[in-house]
C-alpha cells in the first residue's frame, strides 16, 4: 500500500539557518505530494503541493521538488525564522483517492 | 475565507461516556473526515465520508461511528469512551474536485481526555 517516511524529529536550529525535512513516499500511481504545517494549538494547514514529476511546489520561502527517481519530496527552506516553529507533515494523494497518506510528522524548533 | 469548526476545544470525560465530537465547514464541501493524532503515530484516519448520510470506515474505526444528515456537519462519535481513546481529534473537509491534488481543509481540533 501507499506510505510516506519522515525524518524523525524533533529537529532544533538557530534562526537563519539552512532546513532539509526528508520525505520519501512508496505509492503504487503517480500521486500527489504535499507537505502541511501545524502550528502550536492548531489545526493543519496545506504548506504546499506538487502534482507530478519535477514540479515544484513553493510556498513562505519553502520549496519542495518532486522527485519521481528517488520517491522523495524533501522541505527545504534557506533561512529559518522563529515563526517557522510546528510540525511539519509530508503527505500523498492519488489520483482519484479521497484518501491522504500522511507521514508522523517532524516537530521543527527554530531558536532565537 | 475557508472555516472548519470543530465544536470543542478540550473534553473531559469518563469511560464508558457516550461523546460527540461535532463539526462544521462553510465551503459546501462533499467530502469531509476524521483524523486522531497521537506522539510517534501521525495522523490516523477514522471514517470519511464522500456525501450526505455516506461513510467509509478509515484505517482504525474500531471504537467509532459518525453521522452525517447534513452536509456541513459531520459528527463523530465515541459509544463508549475508552482511555486509550484519549487523543487529538482532527476533522477537515475537502471539495471533491479537487480530489487527487489535495487541498485538505483542517479545523484547529478537539483535544479529548478520558478518564
Known amino acids: 500500500g501507499n506510505s510516506v517516511t519522515q525524518m524523525e524529529g524533533p529537529v532544533t536550529l538557530s534562526e537563519e539557518a539552512f532546513l532539509t525535512i526528508n520525505c520519501t513516499y512508496t505509492a503504487t500511481g503517480y500521486p500527489s505530494l504535499f507537505w502541511y504545517v501545524q502550528y502550536p494549538g492548531e489545526g493543519l494547514q496545506l504548506l504546499l503541493k506538487?502534482?507530478?514529476?519535477?514540479d515544484k511546489g513553493s510556498n513562505k520561502g519553502f520549496e519542495a521538488t518532486y522527485r519521481k527517481e528517488t520517491t522523495s519530496f524533501h522541505l527545504e527552506k534557506g533561512s529559518v525564522q522563529v515563526s517557522d516553529s510546528a510540525v511539519y507533515f509530508c503527505?500523498?494523494?492519488?489520483?482519484?483517492?479521497?484518501?491522504?497518506?500522511f507521514g508522523k510528522g517532524t516537530k521543527l524548533t527554530v531558536n532565537p | 475565507d475557508v472555516k472548519v469548526t470543530q465544536s470543542s476545544r478540550y473534553l473531559v470525560k469518563r469511560t464508558g461516556e457516550k461523546v460527540f465530537l461535532e463539526c462544521v465547514q462553510d465551503?459546501?464541501?462533499?467530502?469531509m473526515f476524521w483524523y486522531r493524532q497521537d506522539p510517534g503515530l501521525g495522523l490516523r484516519l477514522i471514517y470519511f465520508?464522500?456525501?450526505?448520510?455516506?461513510?467509509e470506515k478509515g484505517d482504525i474505526p474500531e471504537g467509532y461511528s459518525v453521522s452525517r444528515e447534513k452536509k456541513e456537519r459531520f459528527s463523530l462519535i465515541l459509544e463508549s469512551a475508552s482511555t486509550n481513546q484519549t487523543s487529538m481529534y482532527l476533522c477537515?473537509?475537502?471539495?471533491?474536485?479537487?480530489?487527487?491534488?489535495?487541498?485538505?481543509?483542517f479545523g484547529e481540533g478537539s483535544r479529548l481526555t478520558v478518564l
Open positions: 465551503m459546501d464541501h462533499e467530502n
Open positions: 465520508s464522500y456525501d450526505v448520510k455516506m461513510k
Open positions: 506538487a502534482t507530478k514529476a519535477d
Open positions: 477537515a473537509s475537502r471539495d471533491p474536485r479537487g480530489a487527487g491534488t489535495g487541498e485538505l481543509f
Open positions: 503527505a500523498l494523494s492519488e489520483r482519484g483517492s479521497e484518501k491522504l497518506v
